[in-house]
């Protein structure tokens, strides 16, 4: 796997390395346009970026209204990176302090629960943990870049940019991967292209997506 810790801008388009981005994102004329508010309806928005802890070469910006809870926050993360590797319960842990998924905080009667608001437990420069590990080992780093203020939109929270997929070639063939077999997830053979995968046979086949927990 070749590791590429370039992305794309969700705005402009521009490929930029990691470091860049955060930076770019900030002055970005496509995005500043796209959310510039003509009228009072208007919010404040946090721009959080997220990486994998153990392969930081995934990583992605996102924006998410400030008085959004941790639940959907939660849910962002989970469709965009988790979405294949089946339901586990997950936690965020903010100064010290884990913050569980409604339900484990409902049946063990915690006190701190993700119906908490992000302004409430979260400032600017603010670094904190999201995992996912009741059953896998799951675990991003995430920080709050930067505030914004900006034109009220219909989905909560959404992607500002994302790194670009690694070049993840067939064990086989050496055409570009697109299946992954989580029956032979720890050797080289579980990266597969749609020809190959169907001359495998094998019952366990998910679609290779730009994700740190395929198959997990």
């Not at 500043?32 to 721009?47: A, G």
């Not at 936690?91 to 908490?116: L, N, R, T």
């Not at 086989?172 to 053979?189: G, M, Q, V």
Request: glycine share 6%.
């Amino acid at each position: 796997m070749d590791i590429n810790w370039n992305g794309k801008c969700m705005f402009c388009g521009r490929i930029i390395n990691k470091r860049g981005m955060k930076k770019h994102l900030k002055t970005c004329k496509s995005r500043i346009e796209l959310i510039d508010s003509k009228d009072d309806k208007s919010e404040k928005f946090f721009c959080i970026s997220a990486q994998d802890y153990f392969l930081p070469e995934f990583w992605l910006l996102l924006s998410i209204p400030v008085n959004s809870t941790l639940e959907e926050l939660d849910m962002f993360l989970y469709n965009i990176w988790l979405i294949n590797c089946g339901d586990h319960p997950s936690q965020f842990i903010i100064q010290g302090i884990k913050y569980v998924d409604m339900a484990c905080c409902i049946y063990f009667m915690m006190e701190h629960c993700m119906d908490a608001k992000l302004n409430e437990v979260l400032k600017v420069a603010d670094e904190f943990v999201y995992e996912n590990t009741y059953g896998s080992n799951v675990r991003f780093e995430l920080k709050v870049m930067f505030e914004y203020s900006g034109k009220k939109g219909k989905e909560k929270a959404s992607l500002m940019a994302r790194n670009i997929a690694p070049d993840i070639r067939c064990y086989k063939c050496d055409k570009k991967a697109t299946i992954i077999s989580p029956e032979s997830l720890y050797s080289s053979f579980h990266y597969m292209c749609e020809e190959c995968a169907d001359e495998s046979g094998g019952d366990m086949l998910l679609p290779l997506v730009n994700s740190p927990v395929i198959g997990i």
